[in-house]
């Protein structure tokens, strides 16, 4: 209904726009060869701002322009036009990003240092919603703290959050107590201190079925630690870089030693959001 009332308030000021008849993911996979009504249970509009056509999805504000409901994104759009025509739409969205970069030093056996985040798109939705819950940035503490064990933050600062145009960010004090092991004369550093991903999901060794994305993501990860004084590098992990064959995603990992500080930097990408169980 909302999105209904958006289409007739943007022809009311001159404003090109289409209802866009789509089935919600968990609904099923439409059939473009015959519109059935039945197999369409959720719509967007499309309009036409500054020449080029925008996908709008009322009913949340953490939502930037031109990012419908995850639920919507099921790859097909049937548009009605005035003259009643019609025609199917691909509904791909930009590519989400998420930037998470730790800088710190090891004091008394713990990892200290700062954590900074930079999220747009789907990432940024998710970050303003777990924002607008806990203000004091409890949920960063909550992820880090199933992430890596005993975590503990202090000076949480976020920017953007009511522009959600631009990307959310966070920055706060982070102190975590199990990412060093000390053994004799050897300081072991785990240096992951977050991820989206903290294990493989695809455990079968054959697969029956597609896997299906909702939309394409990229996340990076930046660590740089200073290296404790009295002690030199002694191994770094090997650098990676894996590349699907169709080129629908990729990921790559680096490590050095620079200035007397250990850098990493770490980037998974992925473009292609539907693999079918050959791939």
Known sequence: ELNLMLVALLRSIGIEAEPVLTSTRSHGKLLTQHPIFDQFNYMLVRA??????????????MRPMGYPAVKA???KGWVIHDDYSHEWIDLNMELTQNIIAFSGQIENGKLVGKLRTRANGYE???????YS???????????????????????????????TEKWFQNEFDVALEEQVLDNDDYLYISPVVYSDIKENPFKSERRYYPIDYPYQFSDQYVFE???????????LPEAVRFILPSKGGEFKFSASEVN?????????????VRFQPYE
């Open 48 to 61: 036409k701002l500054d020449g080029k056509y925008l996908l709008i999805d009322m009913g949340n504000k």
């Open 73 to 75: 994104l099921n790859y």
């Open 124 to 130: 940024g939705v998710n970050n303003r919603t777990a």
């Open 133 to 163: 819950n806990e203000r004091e940035g409890q949920y960063w503490e909550e992820r880090l703290t199933n992430y890596v064990g005993v975590a503990a933050i202090s000076d949480f600062k976020v920017e953007n959050y009511e522009d």
């Open 225 to 235: 630690l200073a290296i404790p004084a009295g002690y030199e590098v002694d191994q």
């Open 260 to 272: 007397g500080k250990i850098q990493l930097h770490s980037r998974f990408k992925l473009t292609q």
